[in-house]
Nanobody, 113 residues
Framework: QVQLVESGGGLVQPGGSLSLSCAAS????????MSWYRQVPGKERELVAA???????NYADSVKGRFTISRDNPKKTVYLQMNSLKPEDTAVYYC???????WGQGTQVTVSS
């Protein structure tokens, strides 16, 4: 069955870095565009970054220059490297398999001193 398992969240100080991973299984990962979204309580889930099957990327304006999305097809994993983190980056981060419309369970990222 399709599974998306995020990891790497945690507590970090402002200006710090975190790297999120999303391990995929149960579908042909290499042909599927993948995305990272985030959500805070009371707000809609918002797109953070996306990567196509061919490796093209796009980012929300709020994270451009600070976050990098990448993928490793043999490992069936998509990554989100987050640098220069700000308190407003605090959210639950979700991985999405765009071709299937399926979501992971989410991982909490908290940026606080």
């Amino acid at each position: 069955q399709v599974q998306l398992v995020e990891s790497g969240g945690g507590l970090v100080q402002p200006g710090g870095s975190l790297s999120l991973s999303c391990a995929a299984s149960g579908f042909i990962f290499s042909v599927c565009a993948m995305s990272w979204y985030r959500q805070v309580p009371g707000k809609e889930r918002e797109l953070v970054a996306a990567i196509s099957a061919g490796g093209s990327t796009n980012y929300a304006d709020s994270v451009k220059g600070r976050f990098t999305i990448s993928r490793d097809n043999p490992k069936k994993t998509v990554y989100l490297q987050m640098n220069s983190l700000k308190p407003e980056d605090t959210a639950v981060y979700y991985c999405k398999a765009n071709c299937l419309g399926r979501w992971g369970q989410g991982t909490q990222v908290t940026v606080s001193s």
